[in-house]
């Protein structure tokens, strides 16, 4: 059990994006299920809180109502070693959301994410500052990251 892990507040769709998330990542699960019992009233049998894994990182998904919304002040970044995984990636969680910029996503749930080619950070990170800021300048014009053309701007 991890010691520390991300809890989704979600006002009653908490089952059905457990479902879609566990659905899309590799060695995911749902841990466990919650249900309001008769104290929830015409709740009783609905999801309070459920737990799951994504590629083995624990969240917690809680129905707690509509007072609270996701923002983009908050993210789920999502590493991919290939072009291929970023658009598989992209192409999931972007379905029924919308994109944003700069490797960016809003899913269905409006849940942001990040979909992140690992080449982009090391390039961001490059000694040489001429060639970062080209990747820079590369990865604001885009919205899903296009690898290729982040390592064609780095090369000038």
């Not at 299920?33 to 104290?39: A, I, L, Q």
Request: hydrophobic share 40%.
């Amino acid at each position: 059990m991890q010691k520390i892990s991300t809890f989704l507040w979600f006002d009653t769709q908490a089952e059905e994006a457990v479902n879609f998330y566990v659905s899309i990542f590799k060695n995911s699960k749902v841990l466990s299920t919650t249900r309001w019992g008769k104290s929830g009233g015409d709740r009783e049998g609905q999801v309070l809180v459920m737990s799951f894994e994504l590629d083995g990182v624990e969240f917690q998904a809680l129905n707690g109502g509509p007072q609270h919304k996701f923002t983009e002040a908050i993210s789920l970044s999502v590493d991919c070693k290939t072009q291929e995984e970023v658009d598989y990636f992209w192409d999931k969680l972007v379905e029924g959301g919308q994109p944003v910029a700069c490797s960016w996503l809003k899913d269905k749930f409006g849940l942001c994410w990040q979909i992140v080619p690992e080449q982009l950070p090391k390039l961001l990170r490059d000694p040489d500052q001429a060639r970062a800021d080209r990747v820079m300048q590369a990865m604001m014009k885009m919205v899903k990251i296009d690898i290729a053309k982040i390592e064609e701007a780095a090369r000038g």
